[in-house]
């Protein structure tokens, strides 16, 4: 176990799961069949990592309330009839953590999804109780708030500085930033990483394996 972390808090899409593409086609066919204009494939990735409310009104400033209700539900209902067969999880994703796990490390996950959604996805990979905790936005603060951080801290009884946030987006990494937490970037999500480079993260990684590899080189 790397002497400096004991604590290690993964965003679910684009980080864990390849679930972006399906994201955007499901903002694309809300916006569709609510009649608002699509924004391009960018701008929604742009928008990935915050709660699915918060997006909606990030990416369509003038939606109003009842409008927002609607667009959430088409946008729910065309997300859970792609994940009847769950997005995948990226390449070397079950090995690593099952190493991290054995070698110590507590193992978080803090996301812009719903505990519906999360529940869900956790169930499909036979991940019910895989995690010490896991924080969903509909039930805390959406990010980049740090509150979904600080209580997973707290049920951890853990410092900022014995936990690292690893993500694929600013609002990842803007949290972590927020809570005195180091952070982990990964290129292959939402986000290019030279967008991410901005919020100073410790490591940056091209594939989920890496993440082991740097824990695993023990500092003086």
Same mark, same amino acid.
């Not at 927002?68 to 090995?95: K, T």
């Not at 853990?158 to 005195?180: I, K, T, W, Y």
């Given at each position: 176990?790397?002497?400096?972390?004991?604590?290690?808090?993964?965003?679910?899409?684009?980080?864990?799961?390849?679930?972006?593409?399906?994201?955007?086609?499901?903002?694309?066919?809300?916006?569709?069949? #609510? @009649?608002? =204009? *699509?924004?391009?494939?960018?701008? !929604?990735?742009?928008?990935? %990592?915050?709660?699915?409310?918060?997006? /909606?009104?990030?990416?369509?400033?003038?939606?109003?309330?009842?409008?927002?209700?609607?667009?959430?539900?088409?946008?729910?209902?065309?997300?859970?009839?792609?994940?009847?067969?769950?997005?995948?999880?990226?390449?070397?994703?079950?090995?690593?953590?099952?190493?991290?796990?054995?070698?110590?490390?507590?193992?978080?996950?803090? #996301? @812009?999804? =719903? *505990?519906?959604?999360?529940?869900? !996805?956790?169930?499909?990979? %036979?991940?019910?109780?895989?995690?010490? /905790?896991?924080?969903?936005?509909?039930?805390?603060?959406?990010?980049?708030?740090?509150?979904?951080?600080?209580?997973?801290?707290?049920?951890?009884?853990?410092?900022?500085?014995?936990?690292?946030?690893?993500?694929?987006?600013?609002?990842?990494?803007?949290?972590?930033?927020?809570?005195?937490?180091?952070?982990?970037?990964?290129?292959? @999500?939402?986000?290019?990483?030279?967008?991410?480079?901005?919020?100073?993260?410790?490591?940056?990684?091209?594939?989920?394996?890496?993440?082991?590899?740097?824990?695993?080189?023990?500092?003086?």
């Amino acid at each position: 176990m790397h002497p400096d972390y004991k604590l290690l808090i993964f965003d679910w899409d684009g980080t864990l799961a390849n679930s972006i593409g399906r994201i955007v086609e499901s903002m694309h066919v809300a916006s569709d069949r #609510t @009649g608002f =204009a *699509r924004c391009d494939d960018f701008a !929604v990735k742009g928008i990935i %990592g915050l709660g699915l409310p918060e997006a /909606i009104r990030s990416l369509y400033p003038e939606i109003g309330d009842d409008e927002l209700v609607v667009f959430r539900q088409h946008y729910a209902d065309h997300y859970i009839a792609l994940e009847a067969e769950p997005s995948p999880l990226f390449d070397g994703v079950v090995n690593t953590l099952e190493v991290l796990r054995a070698e110590g490390y507590h193992l978080a996950v803090a #996301t @812009g999804k =719903a *505990r519906r959604g999360l529940d869900r !996805v956790l169930k499909s990979h %036979g991940w019910d109780d895989y995690f010490d /905790i896991t924080r969903a936005a509909d039930e805390t603060a959406s990010k980049p708030h740090p509150l979904m951080l600080e209580q997973i801290l707290a049920h951890c009884e853990m410092r900022p500085e014995q936990a690292l946030m690893v993500g694929d987006s600013s609002f990842d990494l803007q949290m972590a930033r927020n809570a005195g937490m180091g952070s982990v970037a990964v290129s292959y @999500g939402a986000q290019s990483i030279e967008a991410l480079r901005a919020f100073e993260p410790r490591l940056a990684i091209d594939h989920f394996p890496e993440l082991h590899a740097w824990l695993s080189r023990r500092t003086d």
